[in-house]
């Protein structure tokens, strides 16, 4: 559920079943995938920012990331929040490192790394990273990756902790 919004359950019952679906609609399809989802936004108020997020992700996924880019914008500007508006960011700053535009994805990434932490961490890391690198700032990238990647290491947590901010850090 859209913490900003109040939404039907039912509606996102309906939406999570569409999703769990995507890998039946071959490339061919994606057209026909969008047109569920666009059949699902057309039930939501005009205003909802769920609506412009849903139809991003499905643009997105379907390989057009300049079309899923202002939809991403829309869903936020209406007040996309919490758990879908962290998403939003994330695929928003993806979607602007496929169209050389990396240095805003930092921008709007870069804050998610001081925002609550949740399952989508290492995710803004490694979105972030990408961005970096596409701007040729791999060692900022690789410190953000070293750093998402040594919690979840059987042995050698402190030492890869420790790398990834000598890597950015050379006096640590």
């Known amino acids: 559920m859209c913490e900003s919004v109040p939404v039907n359950e039912n509606w996102e019952q309906r939406v999570t079943a569409a999703w769990a679906t995507f890998d039946d609609y071959p490339e061919?399809?994606?057209?026909d995938f969008r047109a569920v989802i666009d059949a699902l936004v057309a039930e939501l108020p005009d205003d909802s920012p769920l609506g412009p997020f849903e139809q991003a992700c499905a643009w997105d996924s379907t390989g057009h990331s300049d079309k899923a880019a202002p939809l991403y914008r829309e869903a936020l500007a209406r007040g996309l929040s919490g758990y879908k508006g962290r998403r939003a960011k994330i695929q928003l700053s993806s979607s602007l490192r496929n169209l050389g535009q990396a240095e805003e994805g930092v921008k709007l990434l870069t804050p998610e790394l001081d925002a609550p932490s949740d399952e989508l961490d290492d995710?803004?890391?490694?979105?972030?990273?990408?961005?970096?690198?596409?701007?040729?700032?791999?060692?900022e990238g690789l410190s953000l990756v070293l750093g998402a990647?040594?919690?979840?290491?059987?042995?050698?947590?402190?030492?890869m902790a420790n790398y990834a901010r000598a890597l950015v850090d050379p006096d640590d």
Do not use: I, K, M, N
Not at 28 to 31: I, L, N, Q, S
Not at 125 to 139: Q, T, V
């Open 149 to 159: 990647l040594a919690p979840h290491l059987p042995r050698y947590q402190r030492s």
């Open 123 to 139: 995710a803004v890391r490694a979105c972030l990273a990408l961005c970096l690198s596409s701007l040729g700032r791999d060692r």
């Open 28 to 31: 061919e399809r994606a057209a």
